[in-house]
């Protein structure tokens, strides 16, 4: 199956500083999604990007498909930024609702 | 409109048990699907149901199973409960097709002791 690979494993900044962190997968993808796990445990969507750029706020991601890897941007850090975040990959044919997660990146944002 | 709903949020449950898990998805998908997350495995896939069909299965026991209702409600059944099975249970939910954003739910502690 599709492997997915997160980069750093985990995170340690000063509020107000950026951070990118990075997911490499193996396979064709047709679905690719960032999300943030908040401490009770919910996955957060924050983008859904198989390609190219989107921006939201302080957030911001590419994919670049062709190379296999996704990068997520997280601009002018906030201790509410904390968290879990991980890159989940959906390959095609009938995968349908099935997403391969990587290990997530353990992000911490000091005051 | 209302996200994706799952119950209970937490139980504890005895080894050798069996629980059910339920999960309503968001208004108009048709799409649902389940996975276990724990600290060793990570966010693993469990299985994913279309039109009371299940159309994907990850690796995992027979113990495990689901169904999916009419309405696109669904259940996640796990017959004798081992420790191992301690875990949080996350639904999600998405329009039919492929490569579409997918939803979830806020999950289930299970605790096995």
């Known amino acids: 199956g599709i492997q997915v690979e997160q980069s750093p494993p985990d995170l340690i900044l000063q509020e107000g500083a950026n951070s990118t962190l990075r997911c490499n997968f193996s396979?064709?993808?047709?679905?690719l999604q960032w999300f943030h796990q908040n401490p009770w445990g919910q996955l957060i969507n924050l983008f859904y990007?198989?390609?190219g750029t989107k921006q939201n706020g302080r957030l911001s991601a590419t994919t670049v498909a062709t190379e296999r890897y996704s990068l997520l941007y997280i601009s002018s850090s906030q201790t509410t930024d904390s968290g879990v975040y991980f890159c989940?990959?959906?390959?095609?044919?009938?995968?349908?609702?099935?997403?391969?997660f990587g290990q997530g990146t353990i992000l911490t944002v000091h005051p | 409109k209302a996200g994706v709903t799952q119950t209970p949020r937490y139980l504890i449950k005895t080894r050798g048990q069996q629980v059910t898990l339920s999960c309503s998805p968001i208004?108009?998908?048709?799409?649902v699907s389940w996975y276990q997350q724990t600290p060793g495995q990570g966010l693993q896939f469990l299985f994913e149901y279309f039109s009371e069909t299940q159309r994907n299965k990850g690796n995992f026991p027979g113990r495990f199973s689901g169904r999916q209702f009419s309405n696109s409600r669904s259940e996640m059944n796990v017959s004798t409960l081992e420790l191992g099975d301690s875990a949080l249970y996350l639904c999600a939910s998405s329009l039919a097709g492929t490569g579409v954003t997918i939803y979830f739910g806020e999950g289930s502690w299970l605790t096995v002791v």
């Open positions: 208004s108009g998908h048709r799409s």
């Open positions: 396979d064709s993808v047709n679905n």
């Open positions: 989940a990959v959906g390959a095609g044919g009938t995968s349908y609702g099935k997403l391969t």
């Open positions: 990007i198989p390609s």
